[in-house]
């Protein structure tokens, strides 16, 4: 604990520092309370896509002995040609925001090409599009995560230090200027009965 002084000046500045304190404190509460309540939104949407993915992957297994036909499937045959992302704002965190991606098609023979090929390839749009999504989502949450750190740092600073060390303050120095104010009295009395005396 830094040493104050015990004057009218610094009793002052205390106290504007502990009604700064207690002024700030409920918006770092309302905002971790938000980043929490979004943290656990951001969460659920997450375990959203996973089941989804999993429902995808499930109904993919029909496929798989297919995708094993060289001849016939190209890995190459989609690919990302770019993710849409736009920034949000929660609480004052930037966060990206996942708004769909483009996907380029290698040509190929349609004539000559099975006719599962087409529905594959949407189904692997699709698990691209979740995979990335939820990748966003991931970026969204760390982004939270760390917000959420900071700010439960700045609250705790304020409950458990800022404010009772100013409390502490504010009575230290109110007992050292009550105890000078009735020095002064005491000594103020003492002096008047002085006077008097030898004023008989």
Same mark, same amino acid.
């Given at each position: 604990m830094a040493? /104050?002084?015990?004057?009218?000046?610094?009793?002052?500045k205390q106290k504007d520092a502990l009604k700064m304190f207690r002024r700030y404190l409920p918006t770092l509460m309302l905002k971790k309370q938000q980043l929490q309540a979004e /943290?656990?939104?951001?969460e659920a949407r997450i375990r959203e896509l996973q089941q989804q993915r999993h429902y995808l992957d499930e109904s993919f297994k029909v496929w798989i002995a297919v995708f094993g036909e060289k001849a016939v499937f190209n890995p190459g045959i989609l690919t990302i040609s770019r993710v849409k992302t736009t920034q949000g704002n929660i609480a004052g965190v930037p966060i990206p925001i996942f708004e769909g991606a483009d996907f380029e098609i290698a040509a190929y023979d349609l004539v000559h090409t099975a006719l599962w090929l087409d529905a594959a390839v949407n189904r692997m749009k699709q698990v691209l599009l979740l995979d990335l999504e939820a990748?966003?989502?991931?970026?969204?949450?760390s982004a939270l995560d760390q917000e959420l750190r900071v700010t439960t740092q700045r609250v705790n600073l304020f409950e458990k230090v800022k404010i009772p060390e100013t409390r502490g303050n504010i009575k230290k120095i109110? /007992?050292?200027?009550?105890d000078q104010q009735t020095a002064?009295?005491?000594?103020?009395? /003492?002096?008047?009965?002085?006077?008097?005396?030898?004023?008989k």
């Open positions: 040493k /104050i002084k015990l004057t009218k000046n610094e009793l002052k /943290i656990r939104t951001t990748q966003t989502l991931e970026e969204q949450r109110q /007992i050292f200027l009550g002064a009295v005491v000594r103020g009395k /003492i002096a008047k009965r002085g006077m008097e005396r030898v004023a």
